[in-house]
């Protein structure tokens, strides 16, 4: 880990960390929106998480004793611009050493230049919480989701308006993998200084404490954790598995996670009459709850159509499932590029099938490709870890060693 000068660092006003995240919810106090401010704070960081006031957070004021600080609404057009928010960066600036803001889109390379104008002296770093492909119309493959000829130009001039100006305006920007790296710096060459890898992770404090507390079910499921909607895929898994519901009749699939209300007809229809006692939807669960069910699952599935880095897929790593996955964003990456999971393409459904009756049907092989991915967590997305990768970073740009 990391270490400098402590007078040093209690003296630099860059320890004043805020980090903007407009929709913050009970479900990010897991994933890294929430963990990034905690971790910075166990470092020594004063941190601060900035989001609108609304029904997903209303019953939250803290993520693990990080203050969660709640803007009020000021009407659609008023909140596109984050007018809130240049409210109370313009009042709050001297306070602010450090911002940490997500999306390498059009919206934040428009606010950050207004930011930059506000407060000149802040430090800001972009999350850009993708796979690289959204930049790289060569690299976006999926099938399902193919660009016509306006959708990729248009997508590409957003492109390099954005990655023209946020080098002038961030001081630093990170992506999930050296893939997704390599994706961006391949169209977006002069990033190569700004961009650095920074997976996301777990709080494996958390786990253990709850995981001390849960009593595992039987261990023929297979489980889904995420939206449930299309982008996600959950339809896909669905019918892969029906493929073998007879041939595996004590194997059961559930699937958990809030149902998007403009999908849930098609997942009734879906698991109609012969399915509806093997397969459940839970809805959205946390803490022990959803650790139950990692405890209780063999083998978990994302096959998302799109995905830029899936936390779920590295929560059931650690809760030795062995894993299935579509090969999108991070998942060749975080699998260890097949020795800890299996990836098939994204929207096939007979590779999915394939794998899923692989898997039922081999024990060894199961415990084999969950223990390997227990060690790939362990090893990489450790969240503590990580965010002490990123304290030096921080501290040198506030020194001017950055480049």
Not at 74 to 87: A, E, N, S, T, Y
Not at 94 to 112: D, E, S
Not at 121 to 142: E, H, Q
Request: with cysteine; charged share 25%.
């Amino acid at each position: 880990m990391y270490k400098h000068n402590i007078e040093e660092a209690i003296a630099n006003p860059v320890r004043n960390v805020v980090l903007w995240f407009p929709y913050f919810s009970k479900i990010h106090l897991l994933k890294d929106p929430g963990q990034i401010p905690v971790y910075l704070s166990r470092m020594g960081y004063n941190v601060r998480i900035l989001t609108y006031d609304d029904e997903r957070n209303k019953n939250l004021s803290a993520a693990d004793k990080v203050e969660l600080v709640k803007l009020q609404k000021h009407g659609k057009l008023l909140q596109l611009v984050d007018i809130p928010l240049l409210c109370y960066v313009l009042k709050n600036r001297k306070n602010i050493g450090c911002m940490i803001l997500y999306f390498a889109n059009l919206r934040t390379t428009a606010l950050l230049v207004i930011l930059k104008l506000l407060n000149a002296k802040t430090l800001y770093i972009v999350k850009m919480d993708s796979d690289g492909r959204l930049y790289d119309n060569r690299a976006f493959k999926n099938r399902v989701f193919k660009l016509n000829l306006t959708r990729k130009v248009f997508r590409r001039i957003v492109g390099e308006i954005t990655f023209r100006v946020l080098p002038f305006t961030a001081n630093l920007m990170s992506i999930e993998s050296p893939e997704a790296r390599q994706r961006v710096l391949n169209i977006y060459p002069w990033l190569e200084h700004k961009l650095v890898v920074l997976p996301n992770g777990i709080n494996r404090h958390w786990f253990d404490e709850m995981s001390r507390t849960v009593q595992a079910d039987d261990d023929k499921t297979i489980l889904f954790v995420g939206r449930v909607e299309h982008i996600k895929g959950p339809d896909l898994l669905i019918r892969a598995f029906s493929r073998l519901k007879d041939k595996y009749p004590d194997w059961k699939l559930e699937l958990v996670g809030e149902i998007i209300p403009s999908f849930r007809a098609e997942m009734e229809h879906l698991i109609s009459e012969n399915l509806k006692d093997r397969v459940v939807l839970t809805g959205p669960l946390y803490g022990r709850d959803l650790v139950q069910k990692y405890m209780s699952a063999s083998i978990f599935c994302l096959p998302s159509r799109i995905e830029s880095f899936g936390i779920a897929l590295v929560e059931a790593m650690y809760f030795n499932n062995a894993v299935i996955s579509a090969e999108t964003g991070a998942a060749r990456y975080m699998l260890d590029y097949g020795d800890a999971g299996m990836i098939f393409d994204a929207g096939d459904i007979d590779q999915l099938t394939a794998c899923l009756d692989r898997l039922i049907g081999d024990e060894i092989l199961r415990k084999r490709l969950a223990t390997a991915a227990k060690l790939r967590c362990e090893k990489l997305f450790d969240g503590e870890s990580i965010i002490s990768e990123l304290d030096p970073h921080v501290f040198n740009m506030s020194k001017g060693l950055f480049v």
